[in-house]
């Protein structure tokens, strides 16, 4: 008898996450935050830059996070422009260095240098490290589900915590109900709400060590007319990662 | 200098096993630029063009070799002499047959600029050879970098490399040390630097203590015999602190240096400085810079005040000055900006409004004008003339 009220519990559960139906936003955004937060993670990406006449920049990076997203290091390869200067970011990009090779120089950013663009694309350096900021810095609000780019989606409002100094006022997230994974990304002027200034749109989701992921990204500036696509093209999960490497001393290696 | 080329060359054509660790990397830039100053009426230019190779071998996990080349060639105006942009007053007691050695000439060099053995542990590294050597937090002026002075008009350019012994440690997350030896004549004469770096809250802070020889010069005195002015070495020992973080939204840094001179005046150094960006993607600094061996007003300036500043053996010729820039993207690949340098002690300011262009995936380009406004006499006088540089980039 009680071995039958625990399975029709658990089919009564399963039935609920496979539906959705009883998901609230907060329930939604955390398991969006639990695929894109890996243990460990590092991947090697491209990143394109085009501008509103067609002129295109690539960089080839190679990026490394751990704890879940707190701890965050980029070290772009290419092109010889830019090669081997690195940004490490901690504490969820709240501390920011930039490692210049030229120079040989570590500079300490503040927190608004996260709005500055990543070598002038359209992901800024909160949209690349920003780990729990879908938790700890919105609100979540479920919409009404609707397909985008093909999927089911749950439509998700994050609307800025009124503690918080991220960037964006608000966004709407549209999430694959199958894996979690946010296809399409609005996100709102900091100062105005109803003023949409850039999308992300996911694509190629790969299951890659059990985690859905997306490979590519395009952002759009609406404000610019421009656009940068970003190519993940290798990715590797929950690889064992020394806290060394988030450091001033690995910047600079 | 031939056997430094001699070097690069065999390093260059060593026989390498397929492995990567063994591959050399070859990399570098060509840097074309023209300055152009406008004086007394008269326009003079310098051409330089720049070529720079580097090269770069892991030879291990834990064994990195690296070293850079660097090739100038200067055309046009290659001979300045600095009594030119200097007022009357100050110039009229040389001798005319010691005129010619105030000049600054620009003659075609080519050298090995660093060349470096790093060697990576679990706790530290250890880096032996000519290296880039950068202390402090200041943007413009560092109190505590014993090594090198920036060039305000372009104080991101990078600096020669130096002779050097450094180990850079690391004690846990938040804390770490650097140890720096750069050897002169005698242990006596040589740099010796000790610095501990940790983390409070969001401010990065370290603790320095150096001591070095200082060689001013009197620029008053010619010796004949060096056919150089009179050199005056001295024991210079620094201590200080600098920290960078962040303060009401605002990114803030400080940093200090006093140095305890062993013949001359005592002085000390302080940079303050914030910078913040706003939402609209502006980006403002403003940087306060105190150096007590600068004088108080123009009318104190002498000439070895103006040689020293030249010659780099001072950072700045007034005790207070102010350093402000803006800039803004105006496309993803053009940022636009002005800096200001501002002598407190004189009332005299350097108007540099700049352009840099990303022009293609590996070629950049800087543009900059620099209007001097200030009396005769004064840190940015207007008789120091005005004038711009153009300079591009291009990556191999």
Known sequence: MRTLACTGLLLSLLYSIVSGEELSGEAIIQKVNDNLNVETAWSKSTMTIVTSSGKKRTFLSESWSKDRGEKNLVRYLEPRRVKDQAILMLNNADDIWAFFPRTQRVRKLATHAKKQKMQGSDFSYEDMGSGDAFINDYIARRLDDEEKEGFDCYKLELTRAPDSDVSYSRMILWVIKENYVPVVIDYYEEDDPSRLLKRLVSSDIRVIGNIPTAMKFVMHNMNDNTQTEMELLEVKYNIPLDDELFSERSLKK | ?396
């Not at chain 2, 502006?282 to 004088?295: A, D, P």
Request: proline share 3%.
């Open chain 2, 1 to 396: 200098m031939k056997r430094a080329i001699g070097l690069m060359l065999a390093l260059l054509s060593c026989p390498h096993s397929a492995g990567a660790q063994d591959e050399v990397e070859l990399f570098g830039y060509f840097e074309p630029s023209v300055m152009g100053v406008r004086i007394q009426g008269s326009t003079r230019q310098l051409y330089t063009n720049k070529l720079r190779v580097d090269l770069k071998s892991a030879l291990s996990d834990n064994i990195t070799f690296a070293a850079n080349f660097d090739y100038i060639t200067y055309h046009g105006t290659t001979e300045w002499n600095i009594l030119d942009f200097l007022s009357s007053d100050l110039t009229s007691n040389v001798p005319q047959y010691l005129r010619t050695v105030y000049t600054l000439p620009f003659a075609d060099r080519s050298f090995l600029d660093n060349a470096y053995l790093k060697l990576a542990f679990d706790r530290f590294d250890l880096t032996v050879g000519k290296q880039q050597i950068s202390l402090g937090t200041g943007y413009v002026w560092n109190p505590l970098d014993l090594f090198n002075i920036k060039d305000p008009l372009d104080p991101t350019y990078e600096q020669p490399g130096h002779n050097a012994v450094r180990l850079d440690g690391s004690l846990g997350s938040r804390y770490g040390y650097s140890v720096l030896f750069s050897a002169d004549d005698s242990w006596k004469n040589s740099a010796k630097m000790l610095r501990f770096k940790g983390r409070i809250s969001r401010f990065d802070y370290s603790l320095v203590a150096a001591e070095t020889v200082w060689r001013f010069h009197d620029y008053t005195r010619f010796d004949p015999s060096w056919l150089d002015f009179v050199e005056l070495p001295e024991q210079r020992r620094l201590v200080g602190a600098s920290t960078a973080g962040e303060l009401f939204g605002l990114g803030t840094w400080v940093e200090y240096g006093y140095n305890k001179m062993e013949t001359s005046k005592d002085y000390y150094e302080l940079v303050a400085g914030a910078d913040y960006t706003f939402d609209f993607l502006t980006y403002f600094m403003v940087e306060y810079y105190r150096n007590t061996l600068g004088k108080t007003g123009r009318d104190l300036y002498d000439l070895n005040d103006w040689m020293r500043q030249y010659t780099a053996e001072q950072k700045a010729i007034s005790r207070d000055q102010l350093y402000m820039y803006i800039s803004h993207p105006l496309t993803d690949f053009i940022d636009l900006g002005t800096s200001c340098i501002l002598s407190l002690s004189d009332n005299s300011l350097a108007l540099v409004p700049m352009l840099n262009y990303s022009f293609a995936q590996n070629m950049d380009i800087l543009a900059y004008l620099n209007f001097n406004i200030g009396a005769e006499g004064s840190a940015y006088a207007e008789t120091t003339g005005s004038g711009g540089l153009l300079r591009a980039r291009v990556y191999f």
